[in-house]
C-alpha cells in the first residue's frame, strides 16, 4: 500500500504561483509512475500531469502546458506540482496519484492509489 497525502493548495491571485507537494509513505515512490489529476465542482475528474520511475518523461494536459511543470524527488518520497500563472479555470481540487509501470497513462482506472486531495482556489 502507499499513501500519499498533498499538501500546498490555497488561494492566489490570478497570475500568481503555487507548488504542490505529494508525500508518500508505506512504500517508495521510485517504483511507481507519478500523476497529478484536478476536479472542479461539477466536473468529471481530468488528467494534469504525469511523470515516470526517473524523472525523465513528463507529459501535460494542453490546458497547463508551459505554465505547469510536475518534478519528484525519490530520496524524500515526494512528488511536485509548480503552478504558475495560475488562471481563475484552474481552480480545482488536485490529486496525487500513483501508477505501477508501464508509463504513459492519463485514464484515472489506470491508476493504483490515490491521496485525498488539495484544494487550489484562484481569484480573478
Known amino acids: 500500500q502507499v499513501q500519499l497525502v498533498e499538501s500546498g493548495g490555497g488561494l492566489v491571485q490570478a497570475g500568481g504561483s503555487l507548488r504542490l507537494s505529494c508525500a508518500a509513505s508505506?512504500?517508495?515512490?521510485?517504483?511507481?509512475?507519478m500523476g497529478w489529476f484536478r476536479q472542479s465542482s461539477g466536473l468529471e475528474r481530468e488528467f494534469v500531469a504525469r511523470?515516470?520511475?526517473?524523472?525523465?518523461?513528463?507529459y501535460y494536459a494542453e490546458s497547463v502546458k508551459g505554465r505547469f511543470t510536475i518534478s519528484r524527488d525519490n530520496a524524500k518520497n515526494t512528488v511536485y506540482l509548480q503552478m504558475n500563472n495560475l488562471k481563475p479555470e484552474d481552480t480545482a481540487v488536485y490529486y496525487c496519484?500513483?501508477?505501477?509501470?508501464?508509463?504513459?497513462?492519463?485514464?484515472?482506472?489506470?491508476?493504483?492509489?490515490w491521496g485525498q486531495g488539495t484544494q487550489v482556489t484562484v481569484s480573478s
Open positions: 496519484a500513483a501508477r505501477a509501470p508501464p508509463y504513459g497513462s492519463r485514464a484515472l482506472d489506470d491508476y493504483d492509489y
Open positions: 511523470i515516470n520511475l526517473s524523472g525523465q518523461m513528463t
Open positions: 508505506g512504500r517508495t515512490i521510485s517504483n511507481y509512475n
